[in-house]
């Protein structure tokens, strides 16, 4: 049982350098169901977007594109409130992502932009390229005993 007025939900196939405190103030701040950590990148043809306001209210996704163009895609990290939690259907494979987010976007969604590092390791490139990420988040702090 959850105990908490919201979770902090992280894919386990990346990694995004992110204030896991201030995206949590930011959530609760603004008082969304549901926050996500975005990231700008180069080429979001293989994760799809999300399309967000000027006040950060997330207004949609797209599903993978062939072309490549730069985007804000999920960063695999969500801060959700219990109700959305909730929400998820059991007994079966979700794809909060594909299923869920698409049909919470009218409950009230906020992007939470991020320009931290960031890697997916769901391909060998990406796998390749963590320990240099990895190397450069530790480098600036992020994983202190603090």
Known sequence: MIA???VIVLNGDSYCDVDLGSVLREHRLRNFPG???VRHVED???YGCVEFSDD????GFHEKRTERTPGWISAGVYCL???LLEAIPSG???SLEREMFPSWVDLGLL???SSGGFIDIGTPEGYSRAPDVLGEAR???AFSKE
Request: proline share 4%; glycine share 8%; aromatic share 4%.
């Open 44 to 46: 979001s043809s293989r």
């Open 92 to 94: 079966r494979r979700v």
């Open 139 to 141: 480098a600036h702090g």
């Open 56 to 59: 950060c209210v997330i207004t």
């Open 4 to 6: 908490g007025d919201a």
């Open 81 to 83: 409130k219990r109700e």
């Open 35 to 37: 926050t996500l950590v």
């Open 111 to 113: 992007a939470y932009p």
